[in-house]
């Protein structure tokens, strides 16, 4: 076994420059640390268009806690409520945590946020341009 007794979560493997298999190991592992550190858990749901596979009627609901995504290719989440009542929520990428958007497609709030699962909420701090 490459891991000592009792650890469970964490070893050291001890790489050899020689042995293929080891190398293997390293670039997966390497590649797994570069993987994770850019990707953001987001909820992604609409309430407006039932024939895609994140329509879910509670989209629009405060709070809430329904279809996730991970996405390793963007950096934040972000919020679109159009009309007042048709809501988007997405993984995307830039933005600064707060920020609001306001105009596209009509009439239409939004917001990005920064941590995972912060798409939640339906945009309050967003009061108008």
């Known amino acids: 076994s490459y891991c000592s007794a009792g650890e469970q979560t964490l070893c050291t493997i001890n790489l050899q420059s020689n042995n293929g298999v080891m190398k293997v190991l390293q670039g997966f592992l390497m590649l797994f640390i570069l993987h994770g550190s850019s990707s953001i858990i987001c909820y992604h749901c609409d309430n407006y268009n039932p024939s895609t596979i994140i329509y879910d009627t509670d989209c629009g609901n405060d709070n809430y806690d329904g279809n996730l995504k991970i996405d390793d290719r963007r950096d934040s989440c972000a919020i679109r409520i159009q009309d007042g009542n048709l809501v988007y929520r997405y993984p995307e990428n830039g ?4 920020d609001c958007v ?3 497609w ?23 341009p």
Do not use: F, P, Q
Request: charged fraction near 15%; aromatic fraction near 4%; hydrophobic fraction near 20%.
């Open 95 to 98: 933005g600064t945590d707060g």
């Open 106 to 128: 009509g009439d239409v709030v939004g917001c990005i946020c920064t941590s995972e699962l912060c798409n939640n909420h339906l945009c309050e701090h967003c009061t108008g």
């Open 102 to 104: 306001y105009g596209a």
